[in-house]
């Protein structure tokens, strides 16, 4: 008969898990760091574009009322 010495399966793949659900964490931080950046970007496009569409809007009245 031949002895198998038995493995310690339980410190190393729990610490192996904790490593991984950090590195999972950083990265979804990462993600939402990044989604918030882009949000506010379009944003302040957003308000831009507004405020342009309005000023041609203001210009465009003011040719007509001077047509007619």
Do not use: Y
Not at 42 to 54: F, G, I, K, W
Request: aromatic share 2%; net charge positive.
């Amino acid at each position: 008969m031949s002895k198998v010495a038995p493995t310690s399966s339980g410190a190393v793949p729990a610490a192996g898990t904790v490593v991984s659900e950090g590195a999972g964490q950083a990265a979804f931080q990462a993600q939402i760091a990044a989604l918030t950046a882009m949000s506010a970007e379009a944003t302040a496009r957003s308000v831009e574009l507004r405020t342009v569409t309005t000023n041609l809007q203001t210009i465009k009245k003011a040719a007509d009322e001077r047509v007619q």
